[in-house]
């Protein structure tokens, strides 16, 4: 399948998140980095929006995360780690913040702004 987005095709995107789960299915958060670094330039051009890049991101990358979440049972270490790649993932979308002379990491509590309170822990 291709799926045509600005500059770049999917296509070898898609061939590697389905390796990377075969690699990996039990543990979904490994599997979902390594679709996160096969995309990794989609999130770092600059020719893309933001809106595009949070796309990618609930169609490429999510869906490896949540994968077979329906017999789950998470305990806090893995609630955990999902969270800190989710941010990781939203920390690379919207990036730093240039505010008094100086760049700045958002927090955690802006991003769960920016990204409207959609988790997918909760």
């Known amino acids: 399948m291709r799926y045509p987005l600005g500059v770049q095709s ?41 809106a595009t890049k949070i796309r990618v991101y609930k169609i490429l990358i999510r869906p490896v995360v949540t994968d077979g979440a329906e017999t789950w049972t998470m305990t806090k270490k893995e609630e955990q780690a999902v969270s800190i790649f989710e941010r990781k993932i939203f920390r690379r979308i919207f990036g730093p913040k240039y505010e008094d002379g100086e760049w ?19």
């Open 10 to 50: 999917l296509t070898e995107t898609l061939h590697l998140i389905k390796l990377g789960c075969f690699l990996c299915f039990k543990n979904g958060v490994r599997c979902a980095y390594r679709t996160y670094f096969a995309a990794i330039s989609l999130f770092r051009n600059r020719l893309l929006s933001r």
């Open 104 to 122: 700045k990491s958002r927090t955690n509590r802006v991003l769960e702004e920016l990204s409207k309170g959609e988790s997918i822990v909760k």
